[in-house]
């Protein structure tokens, strides 16, 4: 089983710029694909990015593309998220999941795709 642990999270001003980790432990790190993912106050847990086992491939949800930014350090065995313009409707608890696919180049969106999980951090955006 992997362990995930998330930090970065707390709050940040509108139109700044957040930056979470996600660190991993109990596997061999490069041979996870990874993504976030965030649960806003009374919505549905909802994908934010994904990241290959080897970095080359990254997925996000369309509407963060453009002002997000996903990358990996296999060696630290962490994966970073980066938003940028932050906006109150950012704000909501973000999870780190991973699994383990003998694809090199795969990223996953679904929630269902994804085997372990981390405990979130929370982001909150003030106005």
């Known amino acids: 089983q992997v362990q995930l642990v998330e930090s970065g999270g707390g709050l940040v001003q509108t139109g700044d710029s957040l930056r979470l980790s996600c660190a991993a432990s109990g596997r061999t790190f490069s041979d996870l694909t990874v993504g976030w993912f965030r649960q806003a106050p009374g919505r549905e847990l909802e994908f934010i990015a994904g990241?290959?086992?080897?970095?080359?491939?990254?997925y996000f949800k369309d509407s963060l593309r453009a002002r997000s930014a996903i990358s990996r350090d296999n060696a630290k065995s962490t994966v970073y998220l980066q938003m940028d313009s932050a906006k109150p409707e950012d704000a909501g608890v973000f999870y780190c999941?991973?699994?383990?696919?003998?694809?090199?180049?795969?990223?996953?969106?679904?929630?269902?795709?994804?085997?372990?999980w981390g405990r979130g951090t929370q982001v909150t955006v003030s106005s």
């Open positions: 990241i290959s086992r080897s970095g080359r491939n990254t």
């Open positions: 999941a991973a699994v383990f696919t003998p694809i090199e180049d795969a990223v996953f969106s679904t929630r269902s795709r994804y085997n372990d």
